[in-house]
């Protein structure tokens, strides 16, 4: 049986049953989520496209791994996922914003912190289940 090919070399996703996560303390975990969404969504780090999961770490005094490991309970994505996530919601308002439109796509995606077209494509693909270009035209052509 062939494997059908995806779109932007997507992999599906596997579920992992991964032992760290029970090494979690819920009142640190729950503080941190906090803390998580207060950098990433408030102060929009989404948008540093150099912002690593080792920045944010060392912002919270804690360790890259733990990091992930709370992301990983709490969010049910790695940190990658998460910032791109917030990166693609900001770049579908931005594509259908009027005061946006003589924008291009690679100038929206590094708006919102992607650090190349390949990735946004990838990104955007995957989370919206279309190309940018192709989300852009539905929602500006009417």
């Known amino acids: 049986m062939e494997e059908k090919k995806r779109p932007y070399n997507l992999r599906e996703k596997k579920e992992k049953k991964a032992a760290y996560r029970n090494l979690i303390r819920a009142d640190l975990a729950d503080e941190l989520y906090d803390k998580i ?13 150099d912002y690593s999961a080792k920045v944010l770490a060392k912002e ?12 990983n ?9 998460l910032l ?3 990166r693609i919601k900001e770049a579908k308002h931005i594509m259908i914003d009027k005061r946006y ?3 291009t796509i690679e100038e929206i995606s ?3 912190g992607f650090a190349n077209r390949q990735s946004f ?8 289940g279309e190309t ?3 989300y852009r035209k539905k929602y500006t052509d009417k």
Request: aromatic fraction near 16%; proline fraction near 2%; hydrophobic fraction near 35%.
């Open 84 to 86: 791109n996530e917030y």
């Open 110 to 112: 590094a708006m919102v």
């Open 101 to 103: 439109a003589g924008k």
């Open 60 to 71: 919270l005094k804690t360790n890259t791994r733990y990091l992930s490991a709370v992301i």
């Open 37 to 49: 969404l207060e950098i990433i969504v408030v102060q929009k780090k989404y948008k540093d496209s």
């Open 132 to 134: 940018p270009n192709d």
């Open 73 to 81: 309970s709490r969010f049910g994505v790695n940190y990658s996922c």
């Open 121 to 128: 494509y990838a990104a955007f693909y995957k989370y919206v």
